[in-house]
């Protein structure tokens, strides 16, 4: 395509470049190859318009589509040396490097590490690199459920529960799991999740996690996953936790460490930018839990994100897990 170029597709060739998504797209791929979801989350850009910037620039000869696994995947299209390509590729290369050392470049940096830690996660690519096993049926969803084997029929409250995904899961070994979230869509959403899944021991009830709709120590579990940095008072969801749980419960949360990526108070709606661990354990305990633990739930090299994971119990007798309808 490059050696086809003249002097007069140049100027069409910029006007193409001007536009700022486009920028950002080419520069997402020249770090990873990735398919039109992947960059949707990315870019926060409708997944139409992704495959429209998509379309110009494969037209003109920068981007390049691959299958694998019946998806589509793009990346930078290899240069083939002549001057023009060159010339292009040096000022693209100096406008990524300025970018790179921005807020917005470190912003869509943080969003392309998050979407490879899921492809990861999800095992996607267990036969698509060098030195990669496969290993067919291995996933971390199969290794949870098996997990929920050991664990004794609870009641459960999922405080924050969000799209319900874990309250599924854990309801697939609770005896009893109480969902709450603060957005009656997201939970109309969780809901029909649910039932397509033939669920019937889960109750969902709208409520803030500062204000738990539950009555005193009606629980033997209470789970904030990834809900405390979206709390307006985190101190108090805690003493919430502490609350509705039975003497003896415990409670575990999963949650982000202390990070400086802002750009998540306006597109997730994050409250805090995580928190630190010496300040996570003092908040737990001054809601009055014991036995307080926390240790590195997941990090990925380079991703600014670091889940951290902790636990604490009620002090109190623990009670026989049985049925109660809170």
């Known amino acids: 395509m490059w050696s086809d170029l003249g002097v007069d597709l140049t100027p069409a060739l910029y006007r193409l470049l001007g536009d700022q998504a486009r920028l950002r797209l080419l520069r997402v791929l020249a770090r990873e190859r990735l398919n039109v979801t992947e960059l ?4 926060g850009v409708a997944q139409s318009g992704v495959s429209r910037h998509l379309g110009l620039l494969k037209e003109a ?25 060159d010339a292009l590729w040096n000022l693209l290369d100096a406008h990524f490097a ?31 690199g060098e030195g990669r096993q496969l290993v067919p049926g291995r996933s971390w969803a199969a290794w949870a459920r098996a997990l929920g084997l050991l664990m004794p029929p609870l ?26 979230d603060r957005s009656a869509a997201v939970l109309k959403s969780a809901r029909a999740l649910a039932a397509r899944h033939g669920l019937r021991n889960i109750t969902w009830r ?39 749980l039975a003497p003896g419960g415990k409670v575990l949360v999963l949650d982000l460490r202390r990070h400086d990526q802002h ?16 300040a996570l ?26 889940v951290i994971v902790a636990s604490g119990t009620k002090p109190g007798a623990a009670r026989a897990a049985k049925s109660q309808r809170p």
Request: hydrophobic letters at 45%.
């Open 40 to 43: 949707t989350a990315v870019l």
């Open 61 to 85: 000869g920068l981007v390049a589509e691959e299958r694998a696994g019946g998806f589509a995947y793009y990346r930078v299209a290899p240069r083939d040396g002549s001057a023009a390509a």
């Open 98 to 128: 300025i970018v790179s050392a921005g807020p917005a470049g470190r912003e869509d940096d943080a969003r392309l590490h998050e979407v490879m830690r899921l492809r990861q996660e999800n095992f996607e690519d267990h036969g698509g």
């Open 155 to 180: 009641t459960v409250a999922d405080l924050g529960c969000g799209e319900g995904y874990l309250t599924i899961e854990v309801a697939r070994w609770a005896r009893r799991v109480i969902a709450v």
């Open 206 to 244: 709208r409520g803030e996690i500062e204000a738990v709709p539950l009555p005193d120590g009606r629980v033997d579990l209470v789970l904030l996953s990834q809900a405390l940095h979206h709390a307006s008072d985190p101190a108090l969801a805690l003493a919430e936790a502490a609350r509705v």
């Open 263 to 278: 750009w998540v108070r306006d597109r997730l709606d994050d409250r805090w930018l995580g928190f630190e661990d010496r």
């Open 281 to 306: 354990g003092t908040a737990m305990r001054k809601a009055g839990f014991a036995e307080v633990r926390q240790q590195v739930g997941a990090r990925r090299k380079g991703d600014p994100f670091t």
